[in-house]
């Protein structure tokens, strides 16, 4: 499979040969630890067809993962040593790199759950020091140096001090320094926080992840995005954590919640997300990223993993990347200043993106009213046409007669759309 690169603006990943790469991502955290082969198979497969490209999984899961076996009975490692891995675990997690991969997708490889070198929370224990950590991350280097993986280090922790950051940092250089060191290579902090804070300008580095989190009604995704898209040097930016579906809506300490997250909700952070320049974005739900199989679950889950595969979310983001590939690709930068009537409160706030060279524009409201936007970066007369982002539908196109200034009323039907505006033909 073709190796990926950061496009020459540093804005976007693509393809060795050019083509352009847009990372949709799903958490699925435990698949190594908690699927057996025909499980890994059914979800690859679901997902393939859903159009996802990126697969974040763990090789020392969260749950257990240093003292619960996989599914065919074997631990990560011997005596906890990260500097012996054990081969028979470690064949299952081929099994599924390659399973994913002759579906057209990536792993996101995460080499640890963050626990194991900043417990904070969790199991743990921490294992992992600076000498270790180069140790374990050579050897996975050479293991899926021809692999399609994007190397993901942290895993859902900060690295505050010297030791975290340190050892952290060993492991980056051991990737780097095996087979496998041409991968791109990112970092999966904790809820509410972004490598552009422990990261900010880290050789090793080759884009930003931000996590939203789960706390509810709804994370103002574009906000942080923005931020970071700002951030100097400039390196491709998404958010590789936002509110999963199916996930309770928790208060701001975890300490309540007001039922789950929606597709809607998915829909807003997928969307707000991308139109303000992230290069891709990850989606996540509550009861795939644990696998859970029945019994005793993580925070209120619901159903089981198999059964939530279906939710409507997980389709509804393929709408979004078939939509941006459908369209100029490098050129696209964030455009919300094209939106003219914003309403105080912030949640309903349109966000739109446009091509550089003036062959479209999109503006999705998150909330169905009515949005008036300036038409001056237009090179010739425009028509309007709607995206609905539930079906991934186009709507019929109607000619613009504004030139300079135009109200775009949604259908009555849904509660966010895409006005899509391009050259008239």
């Known amino acids: 499979m073709r190796r990926l690169r950061i496009s020459p603006n540093q804005r976007f990943l693509q393809h060795e040969d050019g083509k352009p790469f847009f990372y949709l991502g799903d958490t699925a955290w435990e698949l190594f630890h908690k699927l057996d082969r025909d499980e890994i198979r059914h979800y690859a497969d679901k997902r393939a067809q859903q159009g996802f490209t990126v697969v974040q999984a763990v090789c020392l899961a969260e749950l257990g993962g240093l003292r619960v076996p996989n599914r065919e009975g074997h631990l990560p490692l011997h005596d906890n040593d990260p500097t012996r891995p054990n081969e028979a675990y470690f064949r299952l997690v081929d099994f599924a790199v390659e399973t994913l991969a002759a579906r057209g997708m990536w792993t996101g490889m995460l080499p640890t759950w963050g626990d194991k070198f900043c417990k904070l929370w969790g199991e743990g224990p921490v294992i992992f020091n600076p000498e270790n950590a180069f140790v374990y991350g050579e050897w996975l280097s050479d293991r899926y140096a021809e692999a399609p993986i994007i190397w993901i280090l942290g895993g859902d922790r900060p690295a505050t001090d010297a030791f975290e950051v340190e050892t952290v940092r060993a492991m980056a250089k051991g990737i780097r320094a095996g087979k496998g060191g041409h991968h791109l290579m990112s970092y999966h902090p904790r809820g509410e926080d972004s490598t552009t804070k422990y990261w900010p300008d880290e050789a090793w580095l080759d884009f930003h992840m931000l996590q939203t989190g789960h706390v509810g009604p709804r994370r103002l995704t574009e906000e942080w995005i923005a931020r970071d898209y700002a951030h100097k040097p400039t390196k491709p930016v998404m958010d590789a954590e936002p509110p999963y579906e199916d996930h309770p809506r928790m208060n701001s300490d975890w300490s309540s919640f007001d039922g789950y997250h929606d597709d809607l909700v998915v829909r807003q952070a997928a969307y707000g997300a991308v139109f303000t320049g992230a290069h891709g974005h990850t989606y996540g739900c509550h009861p795939v990223w644990q696998m859970h199989h029945g019994g005793e679950p993580v925070n209120r889950a619901r159903r089981t993993w198999s059964e939530a595969l279906d939710l409507p979310g997980a389709w509804q983001v393929g709408h979004l990347r078939r939509l941006m590939e459908s369209l100029p690709f490098f050129s696209r930068i964030p455009a919300s200043d094209i939106v003219l009537d914003q309403p105080s409160e912030r949640l309903e706030r349109a966000v739109a993106t446009r091509d550089t060279e003036g062959s479209y524009a ?28 539930r079906s991934g539908q186009h709507g019929p196109g109607q000619q613009l007669d504004a030139t300079s200034r135009a109200t775009l009323t949604p259908p009555p039907t849904g509660p966010d759309w895409v006005a899509l505006l391009r050259p008239k033909s």
């Not at 999109?362 to 982002?389: E, N, Q």
Request: hydrophobic share 55%; net charge neutral.
């Open 362 to 389: 999109m503006v999705y409201t998150p909330v169905a009213r009515p949005v008036s936007v300036d038409l001056g970066w237009a090179k010739a007369p425009l028509a309007l046409s709607w995206f609905d982002p």
